[in-house]
């Protein structure tokens, strides 16, 4: 059927937009989908809050907060766990796991205040930046515990990226200030590029060990790159 709702986010099956309708505001929008027709997203309250939603067999339900006025979902995986962010009561943002009606606040590492879900893998893994206003940094949440991804010498460290294996793509600084691709890896965090890189970032990865993104010299512009990790 048509999109009828006044700032609905929709879900097309085929030809035919379903519009999912809203929180009980004026503004709703749709941002993953797993296999199961499973959809996430967030809209406006009545009230102008703006709360997470999972549309399911044609029925939406609020995902709800930490306490504040405002949540947002990102990433649903095939077993219906959604991540995303939230705001405390006290104000602060922080990432978020929906887990079948249960809410676990994600929380930050190092001394960060505020930290925002990436992504979710089918094992449950969430890829998670982190930050104390200053620098960015990155750690994967399993089964309630946090591990620090660590970076390449400089500030900051930005993933982007997790497959199901439990690896993870990104860019960080080096500590001459140069930006790096990199893949961390069972502890191991790999800078991809190469000393005539001036900076690089890498925007996905597969479970083969393929990651791509995108790279530039002193002499050139960004160019696309695919990097063959472990491949001759």
């Known amino acids: 059927m048509n999109a009828g709702v006044r700032g609905g986010g929709a879900v097309w099956f085929g030809n035919s937009a379903v519009n999912v309708g809203t929180l009980g505001g004026t503004r709703s929008s749709a941002t993953a989908i797993n296999d199961r027709d499973q959809v996430v997203g967030e809209s406006t309250l009545a009230d102008g809050d703006t709360h997470a939603f999972l549309w399911q067999r044609g029925r939406l339900t609020d995902l709800d907060t930490l306490g504040g006025r405002t949540s947002h979902a990102v990433d649903i995986n095939n077993n ?3 991540v995303g962010t939230s705001d405390t009561a006290g104000g602060a943002e922080h990432a978020v796991l929906w887990d079948h ?3 676990t606040d994600l929380g930050t590492i190092r001394t960060d205040t505020t930290s925002r879900a990436v ?4 094992a449950g893994e969430v890829l998670v930046s ?3 206003g200053t620098a ?3 750690f994967l949440w399993r089964g309630g515990r946090r591990q620090d991804l660590g970076g ?3 500030a900051d460290t930005t993933p982007t990226a997790l497959n199901h294996r439990g690896e993870v793509a990104g860019r960080a600084t080096l500590p001459d200030g140069r930006t790096h691709a990199f893949r961390w890896s069972r502890g191991t965090i790999l800078d991809l590029s190469g000393p005539d890189v001036v900076d690089s970032t890498a925007t996905d990865l597969n479970a083969t060990g393929l990651v791509v993104g995108s790279a530039r010299t002193a002499t050139t512009t960004p160019h696309a790159i695919i990097w063959q990790i472990g491949r001759p």
């Open 136 to 138: 960015t940094h990155a």
């Open 80 to 82: 219906g766990q959604i």
């Open 119 to 122: 992504e979710i893998n089918d």
């Open 101 to 103: 009606g249960r809410l």
């Open 130 to 132: 982190s930050s104390d």
């Open 152 to 154: 390449l010498g400089g």
